[in-house]
């Protein structure tokens, strides 16, 4: 009994003895990986606060705005230099340019003995005055619109007395002769008073460009 005790109890510490050594075992390899976890954790943590520095170094990029070329900018003030000042023409002056023009075209379109073209020309006089209906309410009608009307008479009167070149004319052209006579003693009976006074000025020479052009009744 004694001997089989001894066994029992010599079995018992072996098996204590080796709990131990197991125990001891896991123990070193927790703390191993608890050490790994550890680690890593500090490297991801140093790789966050990497992270955050690069993040925290980057700068906005400036941004450069266009700046207009000087030298082209030299060369418009250069164009604008050669042109010289440039002329700022008031509505009114526009509006006697465009019926001196119309005017200058009847008179070559009398000289051709083309009846056709003045009575156009004519009639896109008069559209230019009533668009300028304004300006003349305030400053009156232009002279150089009476010098035009007493010259398209002067040249009417010498083709109405002229029969052998009526007969030449065309029929259309002839008409238009007709109807210019008939469309111009309307505007001379308006304007009879201020008609008189422009020729007895001498104003239906064709060649006159004085002061008076600017003038209005």
Known sequence: ????????????????????LMSRFFSAAGGAAASSDESSSSEDDSDNDSDVEVVEEAKPVAVVKAVPNAFMKGDADSDDDDDGKRVVRSHKDKRWEQMTETITKMKNSMKNNDWNAVTEDFASLHKLLEKAKQIVAKEGVPTFYFKALLSLDVCLQKAL??????????KTNAKSLNGMKQNLKKKMTEHETKLAEVK???GIDDEE???DDDESE
């Open 209 to 211: 460009e004085d002061d």
């Open 1 to 20: 009994v004694k001997g089989a005790a001894f066994h029992v109890a010599r079995g018992e510490r072996r098996a204590a003895e080796s709990r131990s």
């Open 200 to 202: 007895k000025a001498g």
């Open 161 to 170: 007395a002229d029969k052998p070149a009526i007969k030449k004319m065309s």
